[in-house]
T-cell receptor, first 114, second 113 residues
Framework: NAGVTQTPKFRVLKTGQSMTLLCAQD?????MYWYRQDPGMGLRLIHY???????AKGEVPDGYNVSRLKKQNFLLGLESAAPSQTSVYFC???FGSGSKDEQYFGPGTRLTVT | GEDVEQSLFLSVREGDSSVINCTYTDSSSTYLYWYKQEPGAGLQLLTYIFSNMDMKQDQRLTVLLNKKDKHLSLRIADTQTGDSAIYFCAERSAYSSASKIIFGSGTRLSIRP
């Protein structure tokens, strides 16, 4: 049981390049989330999904797209990377959306855009 | 809008108690959480408290909630080097889904020998 895994762990992009971050969970969770973490700030929700085939915008969705084609995978795409997207990206998943439904986090992807 | 605030740093001596404080603005908050982030890792839920509780204790951890002042604290007794981490306070209102968890900026706890 690996929990939540993210690939890659690190990436450097040039402005305008594109990339996809992959999140996978093996806990059969319905809900999955993408957050970004910036220095001195809490986690901010980019997009989330409440089940296979669904996606929804979070707090800071601009410049990102997501897909949830399979229940266990949640992909975050950057079509044209900008320096403002330099951040640490965390994926999380949870069984449901109840208050006690703990979000399980992946180890993070550190992205630098030059 | 909703906001959660924490001080950015705390330094304590090994063996002492650590108290990490948090304030929040959403008066409808009913669930409040403490997450721990160790270096290079994701966040891990430490504990949570429901708003009709004043206190919750779990081994070395004590959570105190003052709903009137919208103040939450996490006390770690007998602080150890393994407690070095960033601690995030988070809140969620009763009528929002898990997608509406608001995180504070995190308090970095460092331990002095």
């Amino acid at each position: 049981n690996a929990g939540v895994t993210q690939t890659p762990k690190f990436r450097v992009l040039k402005t305008g390049q594109s990339m996809t971050l992959l999140c996978a969970q093996d806990m059969n969770h319905e809900y999955m989330y993408w957050y970004r973490q910036d220095p001195g700030m809490g986690l901010r929700l980019i997009h989330y999904s409440v089940g296979e085939g669904t996606t929804a915008k979070g707090e800071v969705p601009d410049g990102y797209n997501v897909s949830r084609l399979k229940k266990q995978n949640f992909l975050l795409g950057l079509e044209s990377a900008a320096p403002s997207q330099t951040s640490v990206y965390f994926c999380a998943s949870s069984f449901g959306s109840g208050s006690k439904d703990e979000q399980y986090f992946g180890p993070g992807t550190r992205l630098t855009v030059t | 809008g909703e906001d959660v605030e924490q001080s950015l740093f705390l330094s304590v001596r090994e063996g002492d108690s650590s108290v990490i404080n948090c304030t929040y603005t959403d008066s409808s908050s009913t669930y409040l959480y403490w997450y721990k982030q160790e270096p290079g890792a994701g966040l891990q839920l430490l504990t949570y408290i429901f708003s009709n509780m004043d206190m919750k204790q779990d081994q070395r951890l004590t959570v105190l909630l003052n709903k009137k002042d919208k103040h939450l604290s996490l006390r770690i007794a007998d602080t150890q080097t393994g407690d070095s981490a960033i601690y995030f306070c988070a809140e969620r209102s009763a009528y929002s889904s898990a997608s509406k968890i608001i995180f504070g900026s995190g308090t970095r706890l460092s331990i002095r020998p």
